[in-house]
C-alpha cells in the first residue's frame, strides 16, 4: 500500500502564512500531532518512507518512524510547491488582488505569475516523475510506502493518482498528520 501524510503544524500554519519552500520547522503542537500520529499508526507496516527534505516533513517523519525500523529517504521532488515572493505572505484571502489565490479558488486557471517560483505544469512534472520513477516500481513489488510531504504536493500527487481535473486539485481534504492511502 502507498501512503501519504502531510507534515504536522508550524507557527507558519498557525498564522496563516503561506510557506512553500521556506523552511519552517515544527512547532510544539505540530511535534504533538506527530507524536499522536506514531501511536495512531503504529499498527501500520511501512517498509519505507520518502519524504521531503523541508525541516516541517523530516521532523514529520523522524516522529512518525521514531524506534521504527523504517529507512527514511530524502527526495527533493517532495517538496512543497514553489510561490517565490509570495511565501510568508499572511492571510492571502484578505488581499482581493493576491494573484496566488487563483491556485487555491480555481486552480484550473493558474498561471504562476512570474515571481511566484513554480507552476503547476512545474509542479506536475516532478511528481509524475517521483511516482513513475519511485512509486510504481515499489507498488508492483507489493511494498508499503510512507510519503511525507506538503498541501499542495500532496494534492498533486492525489490528483494525480486518481485521475481528476485540475478543478479538483483541493478536493482531497489534506488534514495535516492524517495518513491517506495514494493506490
Not at 498564522?15 to 506514531?38: F, H, N, S, Y
Not at 521514531?66 to 527533493?76: G, L, Q, S, T
Not at 508499503?144 to 493518482?161: E, R
Request: proline letters at 5%; glycine letters at 6%; a negative charge.
Amino acid at each position: 500500500m502507498i501512503y501519504i501524510l502531510r507534515h504536522g503544524k508550524t507557527e507558519w500554519n498557525k498564522l496563516k502564512k503561506l510557506q512553500g519552500r521556506t523552511d519552517i520547522p515544527l512547532c510544539d503542537e505540530g511535534r504533538v500531532m506527530a507524536r499522536e500520529a506514531a501511536e495512531e499508526y503504529a499498527g501500520v507496516h511501512f517498509d519505507v518512507c520518502y519524504c521531503s527534505p523541508l525541516i516541517r516533513a523530516r521532523e514529520t517523519a523522524e516522529i512518525i518512524l521514531k524506534d521504527r525500523n523504517v529507512p527514511i529517504i530524502i527526495d527533493d521532488r517532495l517538496k512543497e510547491m514553489a510561490f517565490g515572493k509570495y511565501e510568508g505572505i499572511e492571510r492571502s484571502f484578505d488581499i482581493p488582488d493576491c494573484p496566488i489565490n487563483v491556485l487555491f479558488n480555481a486552480p484550473e486557471k493558474y498561471e504562476a505569475p512570474a515571481d511566484a517560483g513554480e507552476s503547476l505544469d512545474e509542479l506536475f512534472a516532478r511528481v509524475k516523475d517521483f511516482i513513475d520513477e519511485v512509486i510504481m516500481p515499489l507498488q508492483e513489488a507489493g511494498k508499503d510506502v510512507l510519503i511525507v510531504g506538503h498541501g499542495a504536493l500532496n494534492s498533486c500527487m492525489l490528483t494525480q493518482a486518481k485521475g481528476l481535473p485540475r478543478k479538483d486539485f483541493w478536493s482531497h481534504g489534506i488534514v495535516q498528520c492524517k495518513l491517506m492511502p495514494l493506490f
